[in-house]
């Protein structure tokens, strides 16, 4: 039997040991929120670092590339953050009517191209965008799996003002996809789908989306662009902005810069919207410059098929006297595959300049003035 007394001393003998047990916890949680404290405050100070580099302006060696400056890129982003965005989404689509659908191809074309205009004046919320985004096609019937085909994406080739300048229609550039597998003609689901339909009909569309490909608000800006084929779709509602005369009218856009466009295709037959840019020559020969790429027509110095890399090499040094002018921007657009080629000439272009392209690219980027969507 424990005696009142023996109890007490027993409980008084383990204070030591619960105040040492007590004592060890609360130093390691102060080491640790010691050190959670530390490292806070270092990655505070990294960051901090970097918000200051931001704005300043960055130069790679022997180059003029500069990064916009603080109250410029303050302004963008706030300019931006107004540009609509996923008005419609894949659930509730807009069913715009197709106005127009027309082959954008002469004779002895490759190919399918067609331009097609759709009437977006009975969308509520309205569905409105800016120039350089692009829009989302839900294409009619089923997959293998008997689920609602995905939407596919599309540039929009008109301005915001439209083809007809009233303010409420889309159009777009769409290049069939064809291609053989097995001894079989394969079609592509959402270009066939566009190409084939008619004036009346309806289709879901979603978006707009995009802020990649957006046209600076600068009148004095210079435009660089790079497209293969379908990829002219954003290039032609920038080329309309800038020197379509009804369009001006409307859009207020008094454009001084210069504009280049190199644009690749296969065949002349396939040239798009080849009379509008020839027309727009002759109403700008200081503003604007139009150098092809007719990759079955032309040859390259190495007797290979001429491609846009090929124009760029040729033209690297008045090329790259315009990029070093900051108020330069440069849009590439179309298919995937001409990414390293223009990459690789783009170095050999930045070489004779004395210029380091894999420098250059990242600043040029990272200042707003690098623009790409290839698919
Ligand atoms: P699908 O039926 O979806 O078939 C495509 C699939 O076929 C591929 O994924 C691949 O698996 C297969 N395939 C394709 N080629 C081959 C081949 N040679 N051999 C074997 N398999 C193959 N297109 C335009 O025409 N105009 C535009 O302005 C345009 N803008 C775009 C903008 C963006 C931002 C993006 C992402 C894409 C754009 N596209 C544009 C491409 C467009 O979204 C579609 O991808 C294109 O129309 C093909 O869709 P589809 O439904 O006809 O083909
Ligand atoms: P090609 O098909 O003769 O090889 P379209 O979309 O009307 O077919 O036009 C695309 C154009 O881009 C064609 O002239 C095509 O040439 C060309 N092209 C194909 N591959 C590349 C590439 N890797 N880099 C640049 N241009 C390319």
Redesign the pocket.
């Known amino acids: 039997m424990y005696s009142q007394a023996k109890v007490i001393a027993g409980g008084l003998a383990h204070i030591p040991v619960v105040i040492a047990v007590f004592y060890f916890i609360l130093t390691t949680f102060n080491k640790r929120a010691l050190k959670f404290v530390e490292e806070a405050k270092t990655k505070k100070t990294e960051s901090k670092a970097v918000e200051t580099k931001k704005p300043a302006v960055l130069k790679a060696e022997n180059s003029k590339i500069e990064a916009p400056k603080t109250e410029t890129s303050k302004l963008a982003k706030k300019k931006h953050a107004d540009v609509p965005v996923n008005i419609y989404r894949p659930k509730t689509p807009f069913e715009g009517t197709v106005i127009e659908n027309y082959s954008l191809l002469k004779e002895g074309a490759i190919g399918r191209v067609n331009h097609i205009t759709f009437d977006l004046k009975d969308s509520d919320p309205f569905l409105n965008y800016v120039e350089g985004q ?1 829009i989302g096609i839900m ?1 009619a019937g089923e997959d293998a799996n008997g689920k609602p085909h995905k939407l ?4 929009i080739a008109s301005t915001r003002h439209g083809d007809d300048f009233n303010g409420n229609s889309v159009s ?4 069939q ?1 064809q ?1 053989e ?1 097995d001894g079989e003609t394969i079609n ?5 789908y566009l190409c084939d339909i008619k004036p009346g009909d309806k289709v879901k569309i979603t978006g707009p989306v ?1 802020k990649e490909m957006l046209l600076p608000d600068e009148e004095e800006a210079n435009i660089v662009m790079l497209a293969t084929g ?1 990829g002219i ?1 954003p290039m032609r509602a920038y080329l309309r902005r800038m020197f379509e005369p009804t369009e001006k009218e409307k859009n207020k856009w008094n454009f001084k810069g210069k504009a280049w466009l190199f644009m690749g295709a296969p065949k002349s037959a396939n040239l798009l919207y080849e009379e509008d840019l020839q027309r727009y020559l002759t109403d700008n020969p200081d503003n604007f410059k139009y150098t092809k790429a007719i990759s079955r027509e032309q040859q390259n110095a190495k007797g290979g098929r001429m491609y846009i890399q090929d124009r760029v090499l040729e033209s690297a040094n008045e090329l790259f006297n315009m990029i070093e002018d900051e108020k330069t921007h440069i849009y590439l657009c179309g298919l995937k595959g001409m990414e390293p080629g223009i990459d690789e000439a783009m170095t050999k272009a930045a070489e004779e300049k004395g210029l380091n392209w894999s420098e250059l690219r990242p600043q040029l980027k990272k200042a707003g003035r690098w623009h790409v ?1 290839t ?1």
């Open positions: 692009s294409p596919r994406l599309y540039s777009l550039c769409v290049r996809l291609y597998k592509g689901v959402c270009s066939t995009g379908t779709a969507e698919y």
